[in-house]
């Protein structure tokens, strides 16, 4: 069955960085285009950024030249580097991925940005 798990979340200052990873299992990962997307508590889920098969990117203007998105078809990941945090980017972030018009979504990492 399709499974996504990520990790690399935690407590970071302002300004800090971290790696987001998504480990996907299930299903022919190098086909479909992957996302992530992140919820703050009383705020509606987001994109954050997405990237095709072949390893197009797009970013939502707000983490458009801080964070990074990034896949590797021979490990079934994608990675979200995450540059110059603002507390503004404390969410839950998710991987995500939509298969056969089914939306799939990981448990979710906590990024908490606060001094």
């Known amino acids: 069955q399709v499974q996504l798990v990520e990790s690399g979340g935690g407590l970071v200052q302002p300004g800090g960085s971290l790696r987001l990873s998504c480990a996907a299992s299930?299903?022919?990962?190098?086909?479909?285009?992957m996302d992530w997307y992140r919820q703050a508590p009383g705020k509606q889920r987001e994109l954050v950024a997405a990237?095709?098969?072949?390893?197009?990117?797009h970013y939502a203007d707000s983490v458009k030249g801080r964070f990074t998105i990034s896949r590797d078809n021979a490990k079934k990941m994608v990675y979200l580097q995450v540059n110059s945090l603002k507390p503004e980017d404390t969410a839950v972030y998710y991987c995500?991925?939509?298969?056969?018009?089914?939306?799939?979504w990981g448990q979710g990492t906590q990024v908490t940005v606060s001094s």
């Open positions: 299930g299903f022919i990962f190098s086909i479909y285009a």
């Open positions: 990237i095709t098969g072949g390893g197009a990117p």
């Open positions: 995500g991925v939509v298969i056969g018009g089914l939306r799939r």
